[in-house]
């Protein structure tokens, strides 16, 4: 059971975990497990044909593994340069997948949850997607499956540097976990900055959506464990849930500050909500950015109950759909770069109709 | 005319430095006679030392890593140069091989814990779980996490933000069979209201 004429777009639809979505603020993680095997240089400097035995030995037995639901195998080059942007913007990626290519492989798991990259950045990448903030199930999972490869395969490793990645910024545990929260109370009550400085201190590095730490797109800010080496791994997810937990109340605090503050006086910040309610309900055509800032508002005036006729549910959906990749799998055609951005308002209308100002 | 622009994913700014891989941290222009360079670069670039007081890349490492600067890895070729880039390594034996060099740079870049840094040749440097090592996680850490962040706001007399991590904290003992108090937490002033719930 492996090969992908079915694409991997309309696989990942069947359970899309981005679809239920709730949260307000603490949106979702990710986490990485990277590994390399014994006795192959690591993926930059292997030749194709090891590279091919590599995805054939790891595939086949993540393919069984019985923690895995309907895994699906996709080789690098039978997927197109859509579905590589697809899978990029489904896992959050820190990294393109366009190189992807012969001797190159991803296993997906039918819930839309976990993804195995193999040759990619090390022989083995494994990611899940948390919706739950159940880090540390989530990390029990993907230690399961790399324990159960680990059978068949033995992984590079050092006493002195742990698990040996092809980044040694990743090596030791091998383990990033990302933590995507949405902070607009804070940015607008100027309070990031502080929070930046204060966890970067205990080891937290920031960037927005793509990477840049100076651009936050549609005030989600991705938070990430610095270190990976000399830290145990339940110290990363403690300093990293200790600090989502305190940055959750922080902006909670923030948003009500806000609320009492603007509610009942004529604000700048209602103007801000309410333009962004105009330019997602009658927008012509709209670029990624600019909709996802216009989200964030929206999102924003929705949990202090300015907004209604939506849920969060709705609206975290739309922060993904509305990106590239997924917009051009969901109309499942070739569509001109012009026309997409018309699309995209399109789309955005239909799915916000329900939405109504209250202010 | 409506302006028709190519539909672009990111943004056109690149985000990496030019010579390595590293967040951008100096965007350098040059320009001599007519001639303009335009470079972007992240903090501890060579090409960046280069650039700004005329060291070439060799000499930089050179001075950083004293003799060597012709190492490479026996095993796959990757060589000093390209580690102190900061480009990816090529296999395991890199390891042994750029084994100071690598601590070196992971201490520039801040990615070394202070635990480390304090004590670094009190080597090995990783604590983590090793191959074939099940993992143990803590199943109260979300607890943990919430008491903390209770004892902050009670410190910060913020009672409707405590009231909802109570309830947060509540909801998750009902749920389990965790026990109803955390585990050694920090001893903070609200430890006691949080034992009342």
Known sequence: ?359 | MLEKKPERHYSDRPLECGECKKPIAVRYTEIVGNNIVDITMCSDCPELQRRLYGTSLKDYIQSQAGVGAALECGNCGTTLEEVKRGNRLGCSECYNVFADVLLNELQAAGRLTPRITAGRKGLPAHIGRAPGETIALNPSSRLLALDEALNETIKREDYEQAAWLRDQIKALTEKSDLPSQPPETDKGEGENESKRK
Not at chain 1, 118 to 146: A, C, F, G, P, W
Not at chain 1, 275 to 292: D, K
Request: charged share 25%.
């Open chain 1, 1 to 359: 059971m492996s090969q992908n004429e079915n694409d991997c777009y309309s696989f990942l639809t069947v359970n899309n975990p981005w679809k239920h979505n709730p949260n307000a603020i603490w949106l979702g993680s990710t986490l990485t497990l990277n590994r390399n095997l014994e006795k192959f240089n690591f993926p930059g400097k292997l030749s194709s044909e090891k590279r091919k035995q590599i995805v054939s030995l790891l595939s086949t037995e993540l393919i069984k593994h019985s923690s895995l639901k309907n895994p699906m195998l996709y080789k690098g080059e039978n997927l197109t340069p859509l579905q590589k942007e697809f899978l990029v913007e489904h896992f959050l990626s820190h990294h393109s997948f366009h190189q992807a290519h012969i001797g190159e492989a991803f296993i997906l798991e039918e819930s839309g949850e976990f993804l195995a990259e193999i040759n990619m950045k090390d022989h083995l990448n494994l990611s899940s997607i948390d919706l739950k903030e159940d880090l540390e199930n989530v990390l029990s999972r993907l230690v399961n499956v790399e324990m159960s490869l680990n059978k068949y395969v033995n992984y590079s490793f050092s006493p002195q540097f742990g698990y040996l990645t092809a980044d040694p910024t990743e090596s030791g545990t091998g383990l990033i976990v990302t933590i995507y929260l949405h902070l607009l109370g804070l940015r607008v009550t100027e309070r990031l900055d502080e929070a930046f400085k204060k966890y970067a201190e205990e080891g937290i590095s920031h960037s927005g959506l793509q990477g840049d730490p100076n651009e936050m797109i549609g005030d989600i800010i991705a938070f990430k464990n610095l270190y990976t080496l000399g830290v145990t791994e339940e110290n990363i997810l403690s300093s990293i849930r200790s600090m989502a937990t305190k940055l959750v109340v922080e902006e909670k605090v923030a948003r009500n500050h806000l609320k009492q503050e603007h509610d009942n006086e004529v604000s700048e910040l209602k103007d801000r909500v309410s333009r962004a309610y105009g330019i997602l309900m009658h927008s012509y055509q709209i670029e990624t950015i600019e909709a996802l800032n216009a989200m964030s508002l929206l999102k924003f005036g929705l949990d202090i109950g300015w907004v209604n006729g939506i849920t969060h549910e709705t609206l975290n959906y739309l922060f993904f759909a509305c990106r590239r990749a997924y917009l051009l799998c969901h109309f499942e055609e070739k569509m001109a770069s012009e026309n997409l951005s018309h699309k995209r308002s399109e789309y955005i209308h239909q799915i916000l109709k329900p939405a109504t100002l209250l202010i």
